[in-house]
């Protein structure tokens, strides 16, 4: 990461001027907001071929908004998921959409995984044809390649700067704002527009492959299903979703006068370099306090931390180890996590979950972690928000957890813009 | 299947690929892209789902042969004679 000495100049200063996003508990950050303060779940019953019946985050975004059937009937879910999360957070960012130097726009979409979907839909196709691969669709190649979500994004806004995806597992939400804002801080574009999709819950696959894991939730009630640090979890729940938010220099962001939502403060990845499955507190850990350093923060500057708690047995567990080991037994910190009312969105979660907090910067609220019953005693932690939203003395600075398959570990922290 | 039958199943495929368009009044005898928003891609939708519905093939250096709803009634007309209208 480029050196964040303090104070910093404007022009190395990234802040958050525009958020778009669709989970399945809301449409765009007010909705997502009243739903995480008053505990309404986004998990649904879902059934998918193959696989049967199960439970999902699903997502009610109007798909038409932005796009025309053609484009959606030709394009992909997840790519509509970012067109429609872009358009959203250009709009809220009260960018001249117009007039602005379309080269100068990068896109950084993260995600979990790419092609699933698509390439299970052709193989069932072409089921129906004995296996001729006559019958294989043209817009197979364009529609699986690692690019696509961003891809369609360019596409469909006319953005002429750089343009693509990070494979990031899980922790590809933050790793899509770090880009971004990477990007921004080596003047390779003036507007980033940063974040993670996820359309896995139409591919059977990433459910079959959990459950085959024994890492896939189950409940009679759906909207309890999703659970962490919960004694009774049983896994993850996989939702869809989106969040695309604009990023900007300061120095940008304050001569059009743009309303700030927060300003990225400090952010690290590493890597466990261990299992393929399991995560690693200590790295966990280290890549925490990699970013508290770099932000000049002590871990009690946190005000809030926006936990990555999927619901599996031992994931949550070494989060908690992670977070013991930085905020010892402090009670200073707010700990909620939002994977309790809309499952794991992919690669979505860390950047929904991160913009589910944003408003805390206005209101001081902060939103709970939802459906826990019983704590598991090894998932103990100080600060842990739970049920009900608590107003906070302060609420100045957010720091948000993601981590992924084979090992990758996200932290980006995110501070109140003050004015100073 | 007739001219007629013909023409119908064209314009089925065509409301498929190009949902957005009015397919009311498209003129049988003016190519489809001057008068519809298709592409290259859209073309080689409208040779898959002949071969997908029909399992009509057609070969690639026939695939002009498709630029209008007349010509393209032409080219199917003697392919499509022995199929039962579905």
Redesign the interface.
Known sequence: MLAMPTPRPDEQRIVITGVGLTAPNGDGLAEFRQSLLTGRSGVVPYEIRYFGKTVAGVCRFDELKYQ???EV??GTRAGGIGIYCAHEAVADSSLDWQNIDKSRVGIYIGVTEHGNVETENEIYLIKG?DYDT??W???HNPRTVANNPAGEVSINLGITGPHYTLGAACAAGNAGLIQGTQMLLLGECDIALSGGVSESIHTFGIFASFHSQGALARHDAPAKASRPFDADRNGIVVAEGGCVMVLERLSDAKARGAKIHGEIAGYAINSDAGDFVLPNPQRQAECIRMALSRAGMRPDDVDIVSTHGTGTASGDIQEAVALRDVWGDSHRTAVNNTKSFIGHAMGAAGVLELAGNLPSFRDQMCHPTINLDRIDPECELAGLVVGEPRKLDRADVILNNSFGMLGINSVVIVKRYTGA | MTADDIREAILEILSDIAPDEDLSDLKPDIAFRDQLELDSMDFLDIVMELRKRYRIQIPEEEYTKLASMQSTVEYLEPRMKDIEKS
């Open positions: 025309r059937r053609k009937r030709r044809y006559q019958y669709s043209h817009h």
